[in-house]
């Protein structure tokens, strides 16, 4: 492989000539996990924080959940490496495993045994290691390091010290810090933006679909053709002709399908696609999908087809999705499955008019438009910073 002038082959691949490779513990004044044993917790007005790897998320330390322990116990177990500003926590149990977050706060605690706690040296930026250790290829080193013991897979501080991490200059290190949490920030933004737009499409919903005066009540057999979807699993095939509408279909919103060469129970553009079974409180339960083509949707078993002419089909969709007369069939011990006449007997407050009942579920529609909108551009924004991760972190841009 030729390497491009200015750059040298490296144990961990491609890097500038003037940065350097060095362990982690060579970098870092200190690298322990927290207290093994589980102690007694007690009140917060008596006790010090005690934090664990649940309060570290998605590269940021988060400050709720966690519990106390006594003030002897914390003055005991910080005693040598007590967590202070500019710290590391790295979560070494768990699903998560493998996550970084610096500490931010000049905030007394103590940590469990489920994180490693990082004390970097002074020619190492917090930040730039923060992002280094939530690369691609260090949550990779995380995963395969991890070993069994006492029944739990974890991720030993001797790995950790081990690892090899590119260094380098300090002012790199800072400038490539700044434009990856730069990134970070306009993430945050617009997933805090995401939820509030969340939470009045929430509140629109309640008000708008709620019964009014004027409003009649029917039971949705009373409004709707019902349609048992037929089974099939046989005919299933890669980038078939038709896409199977089954449970996990309609959980994901469409995003995760098969396709089916035969359809035995078409679809029509507008129908509504409900799910009848799903597992003791399960997020699928009554999920609706509203069919947007004619000739290409199969609707699968244990899903039901809902045809509408005298009523908005959007409108519809929305009253019906996870409606909570549905919700009550899960008794949360047993898997649910609703009969048709447990579907067709919910009842449905109807505006007078389809014209309203268009009109309402407009206003809702346009809500979900600008959500949906603001997810990809979500998307787009974590797909960059990944893209300036990889390059960033290797030295491929040079920013200084």
């Known amino acids: ?13 491609v890097i500038p000539d003037d940065w350097e490779v060095e362990k982690f513990k060579k970098v870092t004044n200190a690298i322990t996990c927290g207290v093994a044993a589980t102690p007694k917790y007690v009140s917060e007005t008596i006790g010090k924080p005690f934090l664990s790897a649940q309060n570290v998320q998605n590269g940021q330390v988060v400050l709720n959940k966690y519990r106390h322990i006594t003030k ?77 013991g006492g029944g739990v897979q974890n991720l030993n501080v001797e790995v950790v010290r081990e690892f090899k991490i590119p260094l380098p200059p300090l002012p790199e290190q800072t400038a490539i810090a700044t434009v990856l949490s730069d990134t970070d920030s306009l993430i945050q933004a617009l997933e805090k933006k995401i939820a509030k737009k969340q939470f009045i499409k929430k509140g629109a919903m309640q008000k708008l679909l709620s019964q009014k005066e004027g409003w009649v009540v029917k039971s949705l057999g009373e409004i709707v053709y019902f349609l048992n979807g037929n089974a099939h699993e046989q005919f299933i095939k890669t980038d078939a002709k038709f896409i199977v509408i089954n449970s996990k279909f309609v959980s994901t919103e469409g995003k995760v399908f098969k396709t089916s060469t035969v359809n035995l129970c078409p679809l029509k553009k507008g129908d509504v696609a ?27 078993q244990r899903i039901c087809c809902l045809r509408a002419e005298s009523v908005d089909n959007v409108f519809l969709s929305l009253i019906l999705n996870r409606n909570k007369y549905y919700l009550a069939f899960d008794s949360g011990t047993g898997q649910t499955n609703l009969k048709r006449s447990d579907v067709l007997n919910c009842p449905i407050p109807l505006p007078p008019t389809k014209q309203e009942q268009t009109r309402i579920a407009q206003i809702l529609s346009d809500m979900d438009n600008e959500i949906e909108s603001l997810k990809k551009k979500l998307a787009k924004y974590k797909e960059l910073k990944q893209g300036l991760m990889q390059v960033l972190l290797t030295g491929k841009i040079r920013l200084v």
């Open 1 to 13: 492989m030729e390497i491009k002038v200015g750059y040298k082959n490296t144990d961990i691949g």
């Open 274 to 300: 409900m799910v009848m079974s799903d597992i003791p409180n399960g997020k699928a339960l009554a999920k609706c999908y509203l069919v947007p083509e004619d000739d290409k949707y199969a609707l699968n």
């Open 72 to 148: 002897d116990l914390f003055k005991q177990i910080t005693q040598y490496n007590k967590p202070e500003k500019g710290d590391l926590l790295y979560t070494r149990v768990g699903a998560g495993i493998g996550e970084a977050a610096v500490v931010e706060l000049s905030f007394d605690f103590a940590v469990y045994v489920s994180l490693t706690l990082i004390k970097p040296k002074y020619n190492l930026d917090s930040y730039f290691l923060k992002f280094i250790l939530n690369s691609t290829r260090y949550k990779t080193l995380a995963q395969t390091g991890q070993f069994a």
